[in-house]
């Protein structure tokens, strides 16, 4: 039997080794949470109580915390809680049919349990596998490539009781479907490649001045400079992050570096949100030494003695292949003390899973997480090269951005800045989606026009595409000869493309959906402004929609950009602007005539009293009194 929420389970010895292997200390908050999970499939109050004791921590913050992610539910939710990625492409490929199919034979509504608490079916955001989608989580588990074949399987599985771990290994194989490999995908690189060239830059530093008949104390501080060394072709790379935002690398590590503090910590952010992004996946899956060794060079860069991977609770399992990497790692003097030998290198890497939330990805609200918070972003600045992990400097870099830096720190900051374009150095790795002949993964130097990647991916018939997902920007065809660059169209990785027979309006609605149910709630403007979002969406979807919700929509975005408190709140309007001014039709075609109407069908809403007095004549109607 699989695990089995039982409230009067004996929690004690498996919270008692939980808590005591994350060290009793409460900013392990999260991992405990999500590890009783894991092993009871949800949260009951005497499982919390008793975490919230060991961890001497109040009740009402273990509580708060375990309902702040979408994966950690305190009430029972079967023995088979099974979860479809709700991205637009999983829509496309038909997984609400496969969903209700699914329903069906197991006799469940979608979003309740079973009445024998055998199974619940619901929904969750997109799980990264948009290449090989539809797909689903089964206690955690992800599944792609669902198919009628697969669903039917599923179902036999569960009916039959069989225990996830039982399950044929092939249900749960996840593809890397690189299809154009450049500088990062395609070169293999060895373990500790890319520490030991930053620790050669120390010596040369070392020789040149010895070489030079100084002092030993120059010398010294010639060969202290190894990190300096590296930092300096960082910069000179001009690596810009590949998390979104595009802050200059070189930077934002030299920032960290002069920051005072007691400690300094590396963060790799892998939690890899954003709707329709699903590269930093591949990268773990088949590259992971590649991110390490960049964690690793950061750490000598900035004197750091200690790194997270933050991992997105959807590639949960990743983790066990991750944490032996890191333990080969150890074994070969790429991680502890001393590495490659160098006195005083010491550096060492944990990993976090996440429990499901969008925006865990913000760097400060990752960092909350990371401290066993609910994940609510801080207040910017101070920014967390100064004020990060415990109050302490702190860098964020993405899994793509770190990768880079260990190709930099091998090959040189001049070698990086000679591929791409002037302002955008380097390659970029797509994820494509969508209606496309071959979807996966594909490395360019920036500055490829979109139509290229088009017609790499086999794509036809295009008539827009979403860059960088939801918070990006969508385009229409007469854009297609735009560059992937920071200087024209930026992104974090998503590229999903949507032909001629996609209704533009609908793709918009289920972006709109995503942001209202991962807003953290915090700030006003952002939790009410999103569901009203999805509110005048869905108005327009049942065909009540008029002008009004149109100039409503605009008008939330006006309150959004002014005064939600993250980027989730600033974004969450730009797939409904976009597509509304490139594809006006596709609204105005559901949208009734008259300038305001409710909601609801005010006239289905009377039948009853028209009953109740035996009416039904014309003037008992409201469309005849317009
Ligand atoms: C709502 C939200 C979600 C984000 N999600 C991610 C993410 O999943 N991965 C990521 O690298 N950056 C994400 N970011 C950007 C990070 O805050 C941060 O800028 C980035 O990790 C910095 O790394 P870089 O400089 O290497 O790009 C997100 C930002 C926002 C506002
Ligand atoms: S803008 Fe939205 S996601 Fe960001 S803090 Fe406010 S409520 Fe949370």
Redesign the pocket.
Not at 240 to 247: L, S, Y
Not at 269 to 274: F, L, P, R, S
């Given at each position: 039997m699989d695990n089995i929420c039982d409230i009067h389970a004996n929690f004690e010895p498996s919270v008692r080794r939980i808590v005591s292997r994350w060290g009793h200390d409460p900013t392990g908050l999260v991992q405990v949470l999500r590890e009783v999970h894991e092993e009871f499939g949800c949260l009951p109050g005497p499982a919390l109580t008793l975490i919230a004791r060991l961890l001497r921590i109040p009740y009402s913050r273990a509580k708060g915390v375990a309902s702040f992610y979408s994966f950690l539910n305190e009430e029972p939710l079967g023995n088979y809680r099974v979860l479809f990625s709700d991205n637009i492409t999983d829509r496309m490929a038909g997984s609400e049919r496969l969903m209700e199919a699914m329903c069906h034979r197991l006799w469940v509504e979608p979003g309740k349990v079973s009445e024998d608490g055998l199974v619940s079916i619901a929904h969750t955001s997109c799980t990264g596998m948009c290449d090989q989608g539809p797909a689903l989580l089964v206690n955690g588990r992800a599944i792609p490539g669902l198919t009628d074949e697969r669903i039917g399987r599923i179902c036999e599985l569960i009916l039959a009781r069989t225990p996830v771990a039982e399950w044929p290994a092939e249900l749960f194989v996840v593809h890397d479907n690189v299809r154009r490999a450049d500088i990062m995908l395609g070169r293999a690189l060895q373990p500790g490649d890319a520490i030991r060239a930053a620790l050669q830059r120390g010596a040369q530093g070392w020789s040149e001045h010895a070489a030079n008949e100084r002092s030993w104390r120059e010398a010294y501080v010639g060969a202290a400079q190894g990190p300096v060394a590296t930092l300096e072709e960082v910069k000179r790379s001009n690596l810009?992050?590949?998390?979104?935002?595009?802050?200059t690398?070189g930077i934002?590590w030299e920032a960290c570096r002069h920051a005072t503090g007691l400690a300094r910590y590396v963060?790799c952010?892998?939690?890899?949100?954003?709707p329709g992004?699903f590269k930093?996946r591949v990268l773990l899956t088949s590259h992971a030494d590649l991110v390490f060794d960049g964690m690793t060079v950061a750490a000598y860069c900035i004197g750091a003695s200690q790194g997270f991977l933050y991992l997105?609770g959807e590639y949960r399992y990743l983790l066990e292949s991750l944490e032996a990497t890191l333990e080969r790692r150890r074994m070969a003097n790429l991680l502890g003390n001393g590495i490659c030998g160098q006195p005083g290198f010491d550096f060492d890497i944990r990993i976090h899973v996440g429990a499901g939330s969008?925006?865990?990805?913000?760097?400060?609200?990752?960092i909350e997480s990371l401290e066993g918070k609910r994940g609510v972003?801080r207040n910017r600045p101070p920014y967390p090269v100064t004020n990060g992990y415990r109050q302490q400097p702190t860098?964020?870099?993405?899994?793509?951005?770190?990768c880079a830096a260990a190709l930099i720190a091998v090959h040189g900051g001049d070698w990086y800045r000679s591929l791409g374009t002037l302002k955008s150095s380097g390659t970029k790795i797509l994820s494509v989606a969508g209606d496309v002949a071959r979807p996966g993964l594909y490395e360019y130097p920036f500055g490829v026009t979109l139509r290229q990647v088009l017609e790499d991916c086999g794509a036809a018939n295009t008539q827009a595409i979403q860059v960088s997902g939801p918070?990006g920007v969508c385009v229409d065809a007469t854009e297609f000869g735009r560059r992937i660059a920071f200087e024209d169209l930026p992104t974090?990785g998503a590229f999903t493309v949507f032909d001629a027979s996609r209704d533009m309006f609908e793709v918009a609605r289920n972006y709109a959906h995503f942001f209202a149910h991962?807003s953290c709630g915090f700030c006003t403007p952002c939790r009410v402004g999103t569901s009203m979002l999805v509110s005048a969406m869905d108005k327009i979807h049942a065909g009540n929609g008029t002008q009004h919700e149109l100039r409503e929509m605009s008008r939330l975005n006006k309150v959004l950009l002014m005064s939600a408190h993250?980027?989730?709140g600033?974004?969450a309007c730009n797939p409904i602007l976009d597509t509304l001014k490139r594809f006006r039709p596709a609204y105005e075609r559901k949208l009734r005539s008259l300038d305001f109407s409710p909601a609801f069908d005010l006239d289905g809403a009377l039948a009853q009293a028209r009953q109740m007095t035996g009416r039904d004549d014309e003037g008992a109607h409201l469309e005849a009194h317009p």
């Open positions: 810009r992050g590949r998390g979104g935002a595009g802050f690398t934002k963060v952010n892998a939690d890899e949100g954003e992004t930093d997105r969008y925006v865990c990805g913000e760097e400060s609200a990752l972003p860098i964020v870099n993405n899994v793509e951005t770190l918070s974090a991962e993250c980027g989730l600033h974004t």
